[in-house]
């Protein structure tokens, strides 16, 4: 019944049953564990905490409801406040969630692996603070927990020696090979790969293959697809015995981090899948980009920065289809000025909502066409007020299921605004192939800064703005200037070649693959 009220959206009668029913069956993790994340995903965030206090309540000895009751935080924040109490409350609970954690018994190591194989600590980073002590005191409960539970795989192994015609044995690992936001660059990677001196293993530990699945087959000497299994893919990567193991995202699936938190290779890395440092100790580089890094950005990394060249990712040019559709059948007005804002909710930080209603001030015929924003609809309707505009006149919210459709919004569209302190990735990339004005401002951390190296590859900085200010200036100007916005959209277009399936990172990557198995032989 709960999941039909779910189909419907009807909300408060789907928590409602959920919590009757757990009234009933006060022992059934599921049952608890759905309350708190679906709350938490919807915005009610004192009642996913107030749910997780109870349910560590009613199952003392489940380690997943002790993360829970400590460590949940928004997925959404009401406002700037609220995110320094929320950090403070994270910071605090960790504290007391390591101190408490205990690891003697078999039953206490099972449940606090099971735990840690439910649940990560994604949410942290959307912050936009350096997450590096906090991610580090997380890594290092993590890799004690698998210890505790896998001794024989957390000790450090040598690098097999290479015999005379012999290729370094390369392993990526990742739950999502298939079509993913966090791993389509991968591609590139095998695709660019050099045969001669480089031998792929990948292992697919997901389980929703399709045709980007075919493509990781295709591009690699060796595939396992063993989802679901955490043992069984552990032991076929030490019978490997690879020289080099990479997780091209660690922090958005809870198995890729019980793995990451092992030593099944000489050599670990990760990659910007997952664009923010893992803190775990046993991850020894994070492969990175030239163009993403600033001066210091070791600074926000337990692993060694490996800073590849130019955005360090070979991503492949995406199919765009020709326009088929029109905006009125997305009922948008053909005389609106079209700005895309297309990214998850938990990017837009409150401080940064002004923005789009000075916009507005200045644009009357803006329409912002949002894609996954609902919840900040309470955010946008006090930041138009605040000037005396009413966010409903300009504010649209749709829902893309299929991809077509996705691509025909960025095609109609004038500009895209890019988000501060988290920056497009896939979808910034998506709209460059679409030719669409993108308006960014970098952020401090790598992952606010995607976008600004994308458009710096390409050679068309216009769009990239230094502050807040500026970045209203620009989405104005590209708002009531026409010429100048399809200036920018034929440069774009004419230098596509510039950015996608760029060889020299993958040039790059190899060298450093090289250099750290001679290194250790």
Same mark, same amino acid.
């Given at each position: 019944?709960?999941?039909?009220?779910?189909?419907?959206?009807?909300?408060? %009668?789907?928590?409602?049953?959920?919590?009757?029913?757990?009234?009933?069956?006060?022992?059934?993790?599921?049952?608890?564990?759905?309350?708190?994340?679906?709350?938490?995903?919807?915005?009610?965030?004192?009642?996913?905490?107030?749910?997780?206090?109870?349910?560590?309540?009613?199952?003392?000895?489940?380690?997943?409801?002790?993360?829970?009751?400590?460590?949940?935080?928004?997925?959404?924040?009401?406002?700037?406040?609220?995110?320094?109490?929320?950090?403070?409350?994270?910071?605090?609970?960790?504290?007391?969630?390591?101190?408490?954690?205990?690891?003697?018994?078999?039953?206490?190591?099972?449940?606090?692996?099971?735990?840690?194989?439910?649940?990560?600590?994604?949410?942290?980073?959307?912050?936009?603070?350096?997450?590096?002590?906090?991610?580090?005191?997380?890594?290092?409960?993590?890799?004690?927990?698998?210890?505790?539970?896998?001794?024989?795989?957390?000790?450090?192994?040598?690098?097999?020696?290479?015999?005379?015609?012999?290729?370094?044995?390369?392993?990526?690992?990742?739950?999502?090979?298939?079509?993913?936001?966090?791993?389509?660059?991968?591609?590139?990677?095998?695709?660019?790969?050099?045969? %001669?001196?480089?031998?792929?293993?990948?292992?697919?530990?997901?389980?929703?293959?399709?045709?980007?699945?075919?493509?990781?087959?295709?591009?690699?000497?060796?595939?396992?697809?063993?989802?679901?299994?955490?043992?069984?893919?552990?032991?076929?990567?030490?019978?490997?015995?690879?020289?080099?193991?990479?997780?091209?995202?660690?922090?958005?699936?809870?198995?890729?981090?019980?793995?990451?938190?092992?030593?099944?290779?000489?050599?670990?890395?990760?990659?910007?899948?997952?664009?923010?440092?893992?803190?775990?100790?046993?991850?020894?580089?994070?492969?990175?980009?030239?163009?993403?890094?600033?001066?210091?950005?070791?600074?926000?990394?337990?692993?060694?920065?490996?800073?590849?060249?130019?955005?360090?990712?070979?991503?492949?040019?995406?199919?765009?289809?020709?326009?088929?559709?029109?905006?009125?059948?997305?009922?948008?007005?053909?005389?609106?000025?079209?700005?895309?804002?297309?990214?998850?909710?938990?990017?837009?930080?409150?401080?940064?909502?002004?923005?789009?209603?000075?916009?507005?001030?200045?644009?009357?015929?803006?329409?912002?066409?949002?894609?996954?924003?609902?919840?900040?609809?309470?955010?946008?309707?006090?930041?138009?007020?605040?000037?005396?505009?009413?966010?409903?006149?300009?504010?649209?919210?749709?829902?893309?299921?299929?991809?077509?459709?996705?691509?025909?919004?960025?095609?109609?569209?004038?500009?895209?605004?890019?988000?501060?302190?988290?920056?497009?990735?896939?979808?910034?990339? %998506?709209?460059?192939?679409?030719?669409?004005?993108?308006?960014?401002?970098?952020?401090?951390?790598?992952?606010?800064?995607?976008?600004?190296?994308?458009?710096?590859?390409?050679?068309?900085?216009?769009?990239?703005?230094?502050?807040?200010?500026?970045?209203?200036?620009?989405?104005?100007?590209?708002?009531?200037?026409?010429?100048?916005?399809?200036?920018?959209?034929?440069?774009?277009?004419?230098?596509?070649?510039?950015?996608?399936?760029?060889?020299?990172?993958?040039?790059?990557?190899?060298?450093?693959?090289?250099?750290?198995?001679?290194?250790?032989?």
């Amino acid at each position: 019944m709960c999941h039909c009220y779910k189909q419907l959206n009807l909300l408060d %009668e789907y928590f409602q049953t959920l919590q009757q029913a757990i009234k009933l069956y006060p022992t059934e993790g599921r049952l608890h564990f759905e309350l708190i994340i679906e709350l938490r995903r919807n915005g009610r965030i004192k009642s996913a905490i107030l749910s997780a206090e109870n349910a560590a309540k009613c199952l003392p000895d489940d380690y997943t409801f002790q993360i829970l009751k400590y460590l949940t935080i928004p997925s959404v924040y009401d406002n700037e406040e609220e995110i320094s109490f929320y950090r403070q409350r994270f910071i605090q609970g960790l504290q007391t969630l390591i101190a408490q954690t205990s690891l003697k018994t078999t039953e206490e190591r099972h449940s606090a692996l099971a735990g840690i194989g439910r649940l990560t600590n994604f949410y942290l980073s959307y912050q936009a603070q350096n997450d590096i002590d906090l991610q580090r005191q997380y890594g290092q409960l993590v890799h004690e927990i698998m210890a505790a539970n896998f001794p024989q795989w957390v000790v450090p192994l040598s690098i097999p020696k290479l015999q005379p015609q012999q290729k370094i044995r390369i392993g990526y690992v990742s739950y999502y090979l298939h079509s993913y936001s966090g791993t389509l660059w991968l591609t590139g990677w095998l695709r660019y790969c050099d045969r %001669e001196n480089f031998e792929i293993h990948c292992y697919y530990i997901g389980n929703e293959p399709d045709p980007v699945t075919q493509q990781f087959i295709d591009y690699s000497d060796v595939f396992h697809h063993i989802p679901y299994d955490l043992s069984a893919v552990c032991e076929q990567i030490i019978a490997d015995k690879l020289h080099i193991l990479v997780f091209p995202e660690i922090g958005m699936n809870p198995q890729t981090m019980q793995m990451a938190g092992l030593r099944l290779a000489p050599v670990q890395c990760t990659a910007w899948g997952h664009p923010v440092t893992t803190g775990l100790p046993t991850i020894d580089y994070f492969l990175s980009s030239e163009l993403m890094e600033v001066e210091n950005a070791q600074e926000h990394y337990s692993e060694k920065l490996i800073c590849l060249p130019n955005i360090g990712v070979s991503y492949p040019k995406p199919y765009i289809p020709p326009v088929v559709k029109t905006r009125s059948d997305f009922q948008l007005p053909d005389d609106a000025v079209i700005y895309l804002s297309c990214q998850a909710p938990f990017k837009y930080l409150p401080q940064y909502d002004f923005i789009f209603a000075e916009i507005a001030h200045r644009v009357p015929q803006a329409k912002f066409v949002f894609l996954r924003g609902s919840l900040i609809k309470p955010r946008l309707k006090r930041a138009f007020a605040d000037v005396e505009l009413d966010y409903e006149d300009y504010c649209v919210f749709l829902s893309i299921p299929e991809r077509l459709d996705y691509l025909m919004i960025n095609l109609l569209s004038d500009v895209y605004l890019d988000t501060f302190t988290w920056s497009g990735g896939n979808t910034s990339l %998506e709209a460059i192939a679409c030719n669409l004005p993108i308006v960014t401002c970098p952020g401090e951390f790598m992952r606010g800064r995607h976008s600004d190296s994308f458009l710096k590859m390409l050679g068309v900085t216009d769009t990239i703005a230094e502050n807040a200010a500026e970045y209203i200036d620009i989405a104005v100007k590209l708002g009531l200037n026409p010429v100048w916005r399809r200036d920018i959209s034929q440069r774009i277009s004419q230098r596509h070649d510039r950015l996608f399936d760029d060889k020299a990172c993958v040039v790059g990557l190899e060298a450093f693959y090289k250099q750290v198995v001679e290194a250790s032989l």
